[in-house]
C-alpha cells in the first residue's frame, strides 16, 4: 500500500495542472454543498424563531378552560419525564377583557405569568422596549402598538373591564413588542397572582404551555403523543406547533427536499468528473503502469495508486471545498441585508452537517476512483509494452 501510495502521489505530481483542476471541481461542488445547506438551515431556523422559536410549542389545557391545582402540578410532573427534552414549562391565566383608556376602549387578552418562567419561553424581559415588567399587584405591561395608537405614558392608568362586569385599575409599567402586530395590539401581560385575583378564579391556570430544545422542535408531535398516554385523560387537550402551522411545516419540508436534491445532484457531477479524469489518466500513465506490472508489481498494488489518487484529491477538495463554503456563506449574509441592515438570512454553521458533507466528498472521491483503479488492474502489460 506504502509503494501505491508513493507511485499515486508522483503520479499527481506529475500533472500539477490537472491535479489542481480537479481538486478545485471537487471544492467548488463541496462549497456548493455547504452553502445551499447552510443557506436552507439559516433560513429554517430563521422561520421557526420568527413564527414558533418565543411561544408555546406544546400546550396543554381542559376542554372546560381551566386546571386546577391538583390537576397542573400532577401533569408537570408527568411532562418532567421528557425533561431531556424540554427547554422551559410554564403556566398561564388568560381572559378576556375590555380595556378602557380615556376615552378610548380596546378588546384585550389578559395573560397571567410566572414571569421567570415564562421568560423562557416568550422572552419577555427583552422584548420590554420601554419600562419594566409587572413587580407588584394590579401592573400591567402592553404592546408597543397600543401605546402608539393610544399615545400612552408609562405609569398612567387604565381600567380591566373583566366578563363578570367587575373593574379594576392597573398602572401601565412596560411596552413589549413581540414584532407581532396581533400580540402587540391584543395581549396584556401580567403577573399570574394579579391575574388570578381579578378574575377570581382561585389557584387556576388556564394552560401549561411547553417550549422544546433546539433540536427536538421537529420532535413535537411525538412528544405531545407521549405526554397525552402518560396524562391519559379525555378531558385533557393538547396541541402542538405542528398542527397549528401545517402550512409553515409544508414549506420546510419543500425547502428541505429541494436542498437534498441540489446537493445530490452536484455530488453526482463531482463523482462522475472524477471518474472520467482518472479514467484518462489511466489511459495516459498505461505505458509506466505496463512497466511496473512487468517489474513485478500486483493488480493489487496498481489499483490502489488510483484509489489513493482518489482520496487525496478527495481530502484536499474537501478541505479547500469547507473553507470555500463557509466564505460564501458568510459573505451572503453581508451583501444580502433588509433595510434596517440585518441579514436576509442568519448565518448557521452545523458543524456536523458541514463534517458530513466533507466525508461525502471523501468517500464520493474514493468510490469514483475505484472504476479507473479496476481498468488498471485488468491491463496486460505484454500488450501495453507491444503496443508502446
Known amino acids: 500500500m506504502k509503494l501505491g501510495f508513493r507511485i499515486a502521489l508522483r503520479f499527481l505530481k506529475s500533472n500539477k495542472g490537472q491535479t489542481l483542476l480537479i481538486i478545485l471541481g471537487i471544492a467548488i461542488g463541496v462549497s456548493v454543498q455547504i452553502f445551499i445547506g447552510s443557506l436552507i438551515q439559516g433560513l429554517q431556523k430563521g422561520l421557526i424563531d420568527k413564527t414558533i ?5 406544546i400546550t396543554i389545557s381542559s376542554q372546560d378552560g381551566n386546571l386546577n ?12 419525564k421528557e425533561d431531556r427534552e424540554m427547554e422551559a414549562i410554564s403556566v398561564a391565566l388568560d381572559n378576556a377583557a375590555l380595556m378602557d383608556y380615556k376615552e378610548n376602549s380596546q378588546s384585550l387578552l389578559v395573560r397571567g405569568f410566572e414571569l421567570n418562567v415564562a421568560d423562557g419561553i416568550y422572552d419577555i424581559f427583552d422584548r420590554i422596549v420601554e419600562g419594566t415588567y409587572p413587580k407588584n399587584d394590579n401592573e400591567i405591561i402592553l404592546g408597543i402598538d397600543l401605546k402608539e395608537e393610544y399615545d400612552m405614558a408609562l405609569q398612567e392608568e387604565v381600567t380591566i373591564n373583566t366578563a363578570e362586569q367587575k373593574v ?10 413581540f414584532k407581532v402586530s396581533s400580540l402587540n395590539t391584543g395581549w396584556g401581560i401580567t403577573t399570574l397572582q394579579t391575574a388570578q385575583n381579578i378574575f377570581a378564579t382561585g389557584d387556576v391556570i388556564s394552560s401549561i404551555e411547553l417550549q422544546l430544545k433546539e433540536d427536538s422542535v421537529f420532535l413535537a408531535d411525538e412528544i405531545a403523543e407521549n405526554i397525552k398516554k402518560d396524562i391519559n385523560r379525555e378531558d385533557i387537550k393538547i396541541v402542538n406547533w405542528k398542527e397549528q402551522n401545517e402550512s409553515l411545516l409544508s414549506g420546510l419540508q419543500g425547502q428541505s427536499i429541494s436542498s437534498y436534491m441540489i446537493q445530490v445532484f452536484v455530488m453526482i457531477s463531482v463523482v462522475l468528473g472524477i471518474a472520467s479524469v482518472l479514467a484518462i489518466t489511466v489511459i495516459q500513465k498505461s505505458k509506466q503502469i505496463g512497466i511496473l506490472k512487468a517489474m513485478g508489481i500486483r493488480n493489487v498494488s496498481s489499483s490502489y495508486i488510483f484509489l489513493f489518487e482518489g482520496l487525496i484529491l478527495g481530502f484536499f477538495g474537501a478541505i479547500l471545498g469547507i473553507v470555500l463554503g463557509l466564505g460564501l456563506s458568510f459573505a451572503f449574509t453581508k451583501f444580502a441585508l433588509n433595510p434596517d441592515g440585518t441579514p436576509v438570512i442568519d448565518l448557521y454553521i452545523n458543524y456536523s452537517f458541514i463534517m458530513i458533507s466533507g466525508i461525502i466528498a471523501l468517500l464520493a472521491s474514493a468510490f469514483a476512483a475505484m472504476i479507473p483503479a479496476a481498468k488498471s488492474s485488468r491491463l496486460n502489460p505484454i500488450d501495453i509494452i507491444r503496443n508502446n
Open 168 to 177: 379594576h385599575s392597573f398602572k401601565v409599567v412596560g411596552f413589549f413588542d
Open 69 to 80: 391545582t391538583k390537576d397542573y402540578e400532577e401533569f408537570i410532573e408527568v411532562i418532567r
Open 53 to 57: 422559536g418565543t411561544s408555546s410549542q
